[in-house]
């Protein structure tokens, strides 16, 4: 029997293994957040922060930081055995990257793995994490409970907004957002979770909104459609 247009995006979660990243991923991790900054970081970058930013992610320099202090998160497609998400922590609490494939973008990929990560960061007894996230990336980054901290910078020749996400802001389920009329935006409301997938349900190649990080712009709407994240 075949899967009705309803059943198929949960079906499609299901197939989704979240995992630990080690150095074994790192060819894989840079071929997924070069592709998509070229598509989405590049255009926006002068020609040495373009240069810059890529020789970043080459194999070499994701391999690098996978054996050294920093952690990461992958999303895997079990099907096919592909990777189609990332999130990396660079020490002590900074969001240095999270990428989603654009075929997976609206599906929650980026709510899953930053979940992984923030329950690690709290366990910890981290209060407080900070991303560098695009222009366009700053609606994606609020649903997962960031604020804007601070103003607009182009360092490095790659513009970015400096976000962080406080864990008391967030106590007992609590969002500071809760009675205003972006109720259900964050990842931390109790509506969140069930807005999720039903806006998994409805998601389609016109209307995509998916997070990253270093200064991966998120989906808007549009000609200015763009994938989400932030820079270091």
Not at 38 to 57: E, F, K, Q, T, W
Not at 93 to 112: E, N
Not at 116 to 121: G, M, P, S
Not at 177 to 190: K, L, M, Y
Request: hydrophobic residues 40%; charged residues 20%; positive net charge.
């Amino acid at each position: 029997m075949c899967a009705t247009p309803t059943e198929r995006p949960l079906m499609a979660q299901a197939r989704i293994q979240i995992r630990r990243a080690t150095s074994d991923d790192a060819a894989a991790i840079s071929a997924l957040t070069s592709r998509l900054a070229l598509r989405h970081i590049v255009p926006d970058c002068s020609a040495a922060g373009a240069a810059r930013l890529l020789a970043s992610m080459d194999a070499a320099a994701t391999g690098t930081r996978l054996r050294g202090d920093h952690r990461a998160w992958v999303a895997i497609d079990a099907e096919v055995h592909a990777l189609v998400a990332i999130l990396v922590l660079r020490p002590p609490h900074h969001l240095y990257h999270l990428f989603v494939a654009d075929d997976w973008q609206g599906r929650g990929l980026a709510r899953r793995l930053w979940a992984q990560a923030r329950t690690v960061l709290l366990a910890e007894g981290v209060g407080m994490v900070t991303v560098n996230a695009a222009r366009g990336a700053v609606p994606a980054y609020k649903k997962l409970g960031f604020h804007r901290h601070g103003q607009a910078t182009g360092d490095n020749d790659i513009p970015s907004l400096p976000m962080q996400w406080l864990a008391a802001d967030h106590a007992g389920g609590q969002c500071p957002r809760a009675a205003g009329p972006d109720q259900g935006d964050c990842a931390d409301c109790p509506r969140w979770s069930a807005a999720v997938t039903e806006r998994a349900l409805r998601s389609t190649s016109s209307n995509r909104v998916g997070l990253g990080a270093c200064s991966m712009y998120t989906g808007t709407t549009g000609r200015d459609r763009r994938s989400g994240g932030a820079y270091t």
